[in-house]
């Protein structure tokens, strides 16, 4: 970034890096805005009259999980699935998560399990605050 | 304050830090030309700051990365609060009188409580089609709704099409549910605090930040390590930071 002269070096791992576990840097543009957009300290609840109104360029970085054309890309992926002839075996334990009986989830259950999760909401509404 | 050599003009606020931090020389922040980046100092707490145009819209992908970029070199040594993306105050007197003087307490507090520890974030996305398959293998309706399709459009005036879809995104979340007390369980214990994250995308498999010790950083970048490798053939697994603790700030009475 030609922006930063100074050169951030992160410290040396402790460990060698793993195939396995990714350690990113720089950090995706999009890691980055998920970070910086929807996290940290508000200065409107500490501020309000020497704010200076700078136009933001932020863009949402942030895909609504839950929604129909979600649920028809999930459709399709599934559909799509080519199945050797023999049912893949599940790694261990998952199965016992998903009971094969249990009731059909109502249409919202998903939207409430990940409003729970993260507080998706209140993130955005306070983006959009901030961007006035 | 005695001296009052505050900066002038429009200021672009990264975070709060101790009055004891010291910035790395050549520093330089958001903007165009890149503000350097300095600290105002009030008592136990300072705002990490920089000049910045009024008359420039801030939010390109430059601007993004320096706020994030002067956050982490911060935290590397010191106690950091960092702000949400895109706080600009007036000028140096305006931040030292409306934020430094009337919430100096509050400030100084969290930033104590935050002292040692820097935040860790682990994403993980499952790999391929690896998540999709074993909701196929274990929901027989999802299985009997795909043979009925076979063929057909998928769109959205088939109930069949929704329901199917709906199906694998329940099946997927439960799924995420259970991999997330997996990756608690193996990094929990090397943590002082967990903040899990909604996930952002299909794919997603687990999203959750970490407030870490200092001195318990080599046993929870191992415990990572581990459960990356553990996870190999369904998650692939990364590891962001030490990062400012932007989970953690929580929200401070104003």
Same mark, same amino acid.
Do not use: C, N
């Given at each position: 970034m030609s922006t930063t002269q100074y050169e951030y070096q992160p410290p040396a791992h402790y460990y060698p890096p793993s195939p396995y576990l990714g350690r990113p840097s720089p950090s995706s543009l999009r890691d980055v805005l998920e970070l910086i957009l929807d996290k940290g300290l508000v200065i409107d609840i500490f501020v309000r009259v020497s704010l200076v109104g700078i136009e933001l360029l932020t863009i949402d970085a942030r895909i609504v999980v839950a929604s129909v054309d979600t649920y028809l890309k999930?459709?399709?992926?599934?559909?799509?699935?080519d199945l050797p002839r023999a049912e893949p075996r599940l790694p261990g334990g998952v199965g016992q998560v998903i009971q094969a009986a249990e009731e059909p989830a109502a249409p919202g259950a998903s939207q409430g399990g990940q409003g729970k999760q993260g507080e998706q909401a209140p993130a955005q509404q306070s983006r959009r605050e901030q961007a006035t | 304050?005695?001296?009052g050599d505050w900066p002038s003009g429009p200021q672009y606020l990264y975070g709060i830090t101790t009055s004891s931090a010291g910035v790395p020389p050549g520093l330089h922040g958001t903007g165009h030309p890149a503000g350097r980046v300095v600290l105002l100092r009030h008592g136990a707490i300072a705002a990490i700051i920089s000049s910045v145009r009024a008359d420039q819209p801030l939010g390109t992908?430059? =601007?993004?990365?320096?706020?994030?970029? +002067?956050l982490a070199v911060m935290a590397e040594a010191a106690s950091v609060l960092p702000m949400r993306f895109g706080a600009v105050m007036t =000028?140096?007197?305006? @931040? +030292?009188a409306e934020l430094l003087i009337p919430h100096h307490d509050t !400030?100084? $507090?969290? !930033? $104590?409580? &935050? =002292?040692?520890? *820097?935040?860790?974030? @682990?994403?993980?996305? %499952? @790999?391929?089609?690896?998540a999709l398959r074993e909701v196929l293998a274990a929901e027989p309706e999802v299985?009997?709704?795909?043979? &009925? &399709?076979?063929?057909?459009?998928? =769109?959205? %005036? /088939?109930?069949? /099409?929704?329901?199917l879809g709906e199906l694998v995104a329940s099946a997927l979340e439960r799924k995420r549910m259970a991999d997330l007390q997996i990756l +608690?369980?193996?990094?929990?214990?090397?943590?002082a605090a967990l903040a899990p994250r909604a996930p952002s995308a299909a794919d997603d498999a687990v999203d959750a930040a970490f407030l870490v010790l200092r001195r318990q950083r080599p046993?929870?970048? *191992?415990?990572?390590?581990? !459960?990356?490798?553990?996870?190999? /053939?369904?998650i692939r697994l990364r590891l962001l930071g030490p990062l400012a603790p932007y989970d953690f700030s929580g929200t401070l009475p104003g």
């Open positions: 999930f459709a399709r992926e599934v559909s799509r699935l | 304050m005695p001296g992908p430059a =601007d993004a990365r320096a706020h994030a970029h +002067v =000028d140096g007197a305006a @931040i +030292v !400030l100084a $507090a969290a !930033l $104590a409580r &935050l =002292d040692g520890h *820097q935040q860790f974030t @682990i994403k993980g996305k %499952y @790999i391929g089609q690896a299985m009997r709704l795909r043979r &009925l &399709l076979a063929g057909r459009e998928i =769109d959205a %005036y /088939s109930r069949e /099409s929704i329901r +608690v369980g193996a990094l929990q214990p090397h943590a046993a929870f970048e *191992q415990a990572a390590e581990e !459960l990356a490798r553990h996870w190999r /053939s369904r």
